[in-house]
């Protein structure tokens, strides 16, 4: 397409508040996704952090508190 002016491409024959409100929606849709992938994975090892430690926590508890059987 041809357009006389920059005003005439930004207004893309009536259809440029749909086009550059798409466009603007997508950029913040990809420069969004990245974010919340990475807080995600953040959350995600922390929650896995304090679950191993909880765990050692609870198997370290559960072998003290079992007696040694001597052997005889």
Same mark, same amino acid.
Request: glycine share 6%.
């Given at each position: ?25 997508? %950029?913040?849709?990809? =420069? %969004? ?9 953040? =959350? ?21 508190? =079992? ?6």
């Amino acid at each position: 397409m041809h357009w006389n002016s920059f005003s005439e491409f930004l207004a893309m024959g009536t259809h440029g508040l749909y086009v550059w409100g798409s466009v603007g929606v997508m %950029a913040l849709l990809m =420069t %969004a996704e990245p974010i919340l992938l990475l807080h995600g994975r953040k =959350t995600l090892l922390i929650r896995l952090k304090r679950q191993y430690r909880a765990e050692r926590s609870e198997a370290t508890r559960d072998r003290r508190a =079992t007696p040694l059987r001597s052997k005889a």
